[in-house]
């Protein structure tokens, strides 16, 4: 499996522009998170997904966030319009729901940097 | 409010040293405990973990300690070598809603080992 697949790598937009960001989960994983890493805050969760449906959005910053996935292998996060202080690395990690499954497998991260 | 706590925000040891990663929480739910580690421009990488019913883990060089009691853990390398320079986060878990495991992260601690 080729793990978690984010895209784009880098993004750099102007504020007010909308930004979208995607993700491939590894496959058979039912769970999907969106994290948002800071030097201030760290690793934050933004919003998960339990079989392609919203379980806990209570981590979005704002209503500019929103985060969809319409099937099982397609996530995105979009941001509208965008801010500097969006600026920071968005994660997104899948995993399997087992019962004694507690490893959550990263992508690389989307640097996005907003002017 | 910061649930996991990591305190030194970086770390240095000289190689062939042992290095002592912590890392303190408050929520006394949390029934599993994990440690990342995390390359630039790559995405957190799972490391070792524990159990909350337990108070050590090994796997090679790396050794997680768990006090219960104290609400604390702590990463041991030994030895530790510049291949382990990194930024490593602890991360604690609890169950969600239909099964999964939310993981709360800690700020991270950058590791340099020097020559």
């Known amino acids: 499996d080729a793990g978690v697949i984010q895209s784009p790598r880098h993004e750099v937009t102007e504020m007010g522009q909308e930004v979208t960001l995607r993700c491939k989960p590894i496959s058979g994983h039912d769970y999907l998170f969106w994290y948002r890493q800071t030097m201030m805050r760290g690793l934050e969760l933004l919003i998960y997904?339990?079989?392609?449906?919203?379980?806990?959005d209570s981590g979005m910053p704002e209503d500019r966030f929103s985060a969809k996935m319409p099937n099982a292998s397609f996530s995105t996060l979009k941001i509208q319009p965008s801010e500097p202080r969006d600026s920071a690395v968005y994660f997104c990690?899948?995993?399997?729901?087992?019962?004694?499954?507690?490893?959550?497998?990263f992508g690389p991260g989307t640097r996005l940097t907003v002017t | 409010d910061q649930q996991v706590k990591q305190n030194s925000p970086s770390l240095s040891v000289q190689e062939g040293r042992i290095s002592i990663l912590n890392c303190d929480y408050t929520n006394s739910m949390f029934d599993y405990f994990l440690w990342y580690k995390k390359y630039p421009a790559e995405g957190p990488t799972f490391l070792i973990s524990?159990?909350?019913?337990?108070d050590k883990n090994e796997d090679g060089i790396f050794t997680v300690f768990l006090n219960k009691s104290a609400k604390h853990l702590s990463l041991h390398i030994v030895p530790s070598q510049p291949g382990d320079s990194a930024v490593y986060f602890c991360?604690?878990?609890?169950?969600?809603?239909?099964?999964?495991?939310?993981?709360?992260f800690g700020t991270g601690t950058q590791l340099k080992v020097e020559l």
């Open positions: 524990i159990s909350s019913i337990k």
């Open positions: 997904f339990n079989n392609n449906v919203p379980i806990d």
């Open positions: 990690a899948s995993s399997f729901g087992g019962l004694n499954s507690y490893e959550q497998y």
């Open positions: 991360a604690a878990s609890g169950r969600l809603t239909g099964g999964g495991n939310k993981l709360t």
